[in-house]
């Protein structure tokens, strides 16, 4: 190929790509608007490091802008050699000292927030502690001090450090959550800790980000930062939800007897019972998302429940319960779409 088109072919590309890609970000799921402690703590140190590096590369090239010029070949002087120089003192002590005040400019903030943010709960803090369980393709969110169960969407109060640990079922995942805190690795064998602050209400989007499957790209979950308040309501609302009770409407009545005829409850659990298989449905019909990725709207259940290897391949539902006819899925839907949490007000609560 000729033409500046076939000079800068490769640059072409890779600057087109980079500008595509560069629209990829979510507002809840960017390092750059930091919500949370640890996320504006990597956003220090990223601004750190560009304007050391910035600073670095403006001085070489002015140095290397000045040489370029200063000691070129003039015309008429093709056959002069230039002053032969060997070694300079000066000049090594200072491009060795200035890189090692560099390194400890970067080195001291950093080494001080990774102890920072790898802080454990300390003994006898009555902060929150959730129990997150990574699996192919879907988390389990277990508040065992308040003997709640949720999926999918970890709900916190902002404004306070609420500790994590986390283990994997199976393989290696990563709790990515930019918005808020860091990343860290889930692991099979042994417990990782850190914690999250959310300083504002909003609903935040998180990854895996380890590669763990065919549908690690889909194994998302989202952060509810809710006020302390707000958070405690939350909490009563879960602890009173009855996974026995009736629905509201015939079909899903028969949705709920399908639900345990075909097989469904056999993985999901319900209420505050730990799950295993599949992730508890307790708040089913408040999830932000489902399986990860898609919108809580009855059509995309019905065809998630339909075949659920085409949206998510390599996940555990597919072949795990009887199979079921489209109208069967939809009663299930209405089934699962009314399951939510409802508001007990203190009155509720006081006249139980
Ligand atoms: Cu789990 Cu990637």
Redesign the pocket.
């Known amino acids: 190929m000729k033409g500046w088109m076939g000079k800068f072919r490769v640059l072409f590309i890779l600057g087109s790509t980079a500008l595509v890609l560069s629209g990829c970000g979510l507002e809840n799921l960017t390092a750059l608007d930091p919500k949370g402690y640890g996320a504006q703590v990597s956003l220090d140190l990223i601004i750190l490091s560009i304007v050391i590096m910035v600073f670095v590369f403006l001085v070489v090239m002015v140095i290397y802008t000045f040489v370029f010029f200063r000691f070129r070949q003039k015309k008429g002087q093709e056959d002069v050699i230039p002053k032969q120089v060997e070694g300079n003192k000066v000049l090594e002590v200072i491009w060795t000292v200035i890189p090692i005040i560099l390194l400890l400019i970067l080195a001291v903030p950093t080494v001080t927030a990774t102890f920072d943010l790898a802080e454990g709960q300390p003994e006898g803090s009555d902060l929150l502690n959730v129990n997150v369980t ?1 699996n ?2 879907w988390w389990n969110f277990s508040y065992d001090d308040l003997d709640v169960q949720t999926s999918q969407d970890l709900y916190i109060p902002t404004g306070e450090r609420v500790y994590i640990d986390m283990k994997s079922s199976d ?1 290696i ?2 709790f990515w959550l930019p918005s808020i805190s860091g990343k860290m690795d ?1 692991n099979p064998e042994n417990e990782n800790t850190m914690f999250i602050e959310a300083q504002e209400e909003g609903v935040y989007w998180g990854k ?6 065919p549908s ?2 889909l ?1 998302d979950f989202r952060v509810v930062a809710v006020s302390p308040d707000e958070f405690d309501q939350w909490v009563t609302d879960m602890k009173n939800v009855d996974p026995e009770a009736e629905p509201e409407t015939a079909s899903a009545q028969e949705g709920k007897q399908l639900f345990s005829d075909k097989g469904c409850i056999s993985c999901h659990a319900l209420g505050s019972s730990p799950t295993a298989i599949g992730p508890n449905l307790t708040s089913f019909g408040s999830r932000t998302k489902f399986a990860g990725i898609l919108d809580p709207t009855k059509e995309n259940l019905v065809d998630w429940i339909m075949d659920p290897e085409s949206i998510k391949p390599g996940n555990k539902m597919t072949g795990n319960y009887k199979e079921v006819t489209e109208e069967e899925a939809s009663k299930i839907a209405d089934y699962l779409l009314q399951l939510e949490p409802s508001e007990i007000t203190p009155e509720d609560a006081e006249s139980e």
């Open positions: 990574g192919q393709y393989v995942h990563s889930v895996c980000a380890e590669l763990c499957g690690h790209s194994m």
